[in-house]
């Protein structure tokens, strides 16, 4: 075939092409391509909204996380998306710059998601139970406060102090957390009790 | 018209032939962003990648707080920061200005690209990338007067700011607006959005900034991102924001006079082809040069020398 392929029928060949792309460089070529859809489509139509708050600061902005799917029995929960809620008082919807990639903070592989212990002596943490790691804060708690404990004044005054454990409690906790974790750890004599937030 | 087209397109690169719109054009939004309540905390790039979902890699500090150093495929939001000592009261000031797409009313992008569909501009005002059709040839960079397309390394295509065209679409705003913490980024109606900038143009002048204004620059027909700057009359001190943009002369000539002789020139070709084969018709070989080239093939073959070889005819 291509033996038969003279310079002419070369010649004539080329310049028929020459003539298309010339009709399509004078724009006839968009008349005939359907206008595809262009917006990229929205991609939190379907999921499951779950209302929270952002573990970061004490601010303590509301957040909403966008869940896969409809949490329907077959279909494993995955968020792929936190955006602020625009009808959270604190924040009305807006984000910091470390709210807005909260996905990450979630996704990450050094997220913490499990009690860890790091046993005296032991240079690594290994994964222990709840049980475990709340059975043994409780113990050390309690050891260290019957050995610690300030019943009374040098004058004699009964002033009840625990002032060798210190409490650090989280930010974001709603009014009745905070409340209830007050009354806990100074009901327990605990004076050195502070914020996440303000370390 | 489309029936499953979400926004309706105004203008189309490469593509002299838009259809008709048949419904009416909507609201023309824009993103309003205040300079002078930019407290650059970055909540807007961290919004932006997060919506788009990107991923930027970990950088390295060059002693800015630009973060990449410049717009990226995957950054295409930046918050340039800029000291300047302002002469009239000695005082440094840090300006940070949020880059990105302006979605200008004329874009030069649009008009530079060769290719069908790559880039098009909604009714509503928003100029979008349509990488299906783009061919990264990288036109709409040199076309752009803001110099914000960047070219990705993976798939040589063209990406900026969509303003969000997907949330636009269904009635939300733009992902960095959504975010901003101090509201220095608002979105909304192109009009509500200049009465929005009026205000706080008089309040910036109450408060001392003579020059405070609106920057919704008139030589690319008006611009879809505004910005409110405190120092209107040096746009240039905002790290580089242009004093009057314009499409590169450039691309008005590729794209206007030069294509127009390109295609006049390829019409002649073909039209002055046409008829010398019509007039002059194709060239024919004579008996005699049939027998002088066999002359000549004996002769070779014969190995005898040939002093004076006659050209065929």
């Known amino acids: 075939m291509i033996g038969e392929f003279s310079r002419r029928q070369f010649l004539r060949t080329a310049g028929a092409g020459i003539a298309g792309t010339t009709l399509g460089a004078m724009g006839f070529g968009g008349a005939e391509q359907a206008l595809a859809q262009a917006v990229r489509p929205f991609r939190l139509a379907q999921t499951t909204e779950t209302r929270n708050t952002c573990p970061y600061c004490s601010v303590a902005c509301g957040i909403i996380m966008y869940g896969l799917g409809d949490r329907s029995r077959n279909t494993q929960a995955s968020l792929i998306h936190i955006e602020g809620d625009p009808d959270h008082p604190v924040n009305r919807g807006t984000l910091c710059p470390k709210g807005a990639a909260l996905l990450d903070f979630v996704k990450a592989d050094t997220r913490l998601k499990h009690p860890m212990y790091r046993k005296p002596g032991s240079d690594k943490f290994e994964r222990v139970t709840w049980d475990f790691a709340l059975d043994r804060i409780a113990r050390l708690m309690k050891d260290d406060r019957d050995a610690n404990f300030i019943e009374k004044n040098k004058d004699g005054v009964t002033v009840n102090r625990w002032t060798t454990t210190g409490f650090l409690a989280a930010s974001a906790t709603t009014n009745e957390t905070a409340t209830l974790t007050y009354k806990v750890v100074r009901s327990a004599g605990m004076l050195v009790f502070d914020n996440q937030a303000r370390v | ?313």
Not at chain 2, 83 to 100: A, C, F, Q, Y
Not at chain 2, 111 to 127: F, R, S
Not at chain 2, 146 to 174: E, H, M, W
Not at chain 2, 223 to 230: A, D, F, I, K, Q
Request: hydrophobic letters at 35%.
């Open chain 2, 1 to 313: 018209m489309s029936s499953y087209q979400s926004l309706d397109i105004k203008r189309r690169s490469a593509t002299e032939f838009t259809p008709p719109a048949i419904r009416s054009t909507g609201l023309e939004v824009a993103k309003l962003i205040d300079v002078s309540k930019c407290i650059g905390c970055k909540a807007c790039q961290s919004a932006c990648l997060e919506w788009n979902n990107l991923k930027e890699d970990v950088g390295v500090n060059v002693g800015v707080y630009d973060n990449p150093h410049d717009l990226t495929p995957h950054s295409w939001t930046l918050m340039r920061f800029s000291e300047w000592d302002n002469p009239d009261t000695g005082n440094m000031e840090w300006l940070i200005r949020k880059d990105g797409c302006m979605h200008c009313e004329d874009p030069g992008c649009l008009k530079a690209c060769p290719a069908p569909g790559a880039i098009v501009q909604y009714t509503n005002g928003i100029v979008d990338f349509i990488s299906e059709n783009c061919i990264g040839c990288a036109y709409c960079v040199k076309g752009c007067p803001f110099n914000i397309p960047r070219i990705s390394a993976v798939d040589r295509k063209s990406y900026k700011c969509t303003l969000c065209s997907d949330r636009v679409a269904v009635g939300q705003g733009p992902a960095c607006a959504k975010a901003c913490p101090t509201a220095a980024i608002m979105f909304g109606s192109k009009t509500d959005m200049q009465e929005q900038a009026a205000r706080r143009v008089e309040d910036l002048k109450s408060r001392g900034y003579a020059n405070a204004g609106l920057y919704d620059p008139a030589g690319v027909g008006g611009t879809h991102v505004m910005y409110v700057l405190h120092h209107a009359d040096k746009p240039e001190i905002y790290h580089g924001l242009p004093n009057d943009p314009k499409i590169s002369p450039l691309v008005n000539a590729w794209k206007g006079g030069a294509k127009l002789l390109a295609l006049g020139a390829i019409a002649f070709a073909a039209v002055g082809a046409f008829f010398h084969h019509t007039v002059v018709g194709p060239n024919k070989v004579s008996p005699t040069d049939e027998e002088n080239a066999a002359d000549l093939v004996e002769e070779a073959e014969n190995g005898s020398p040939q002093p004076e070889p006659t050209r065929a005819g």
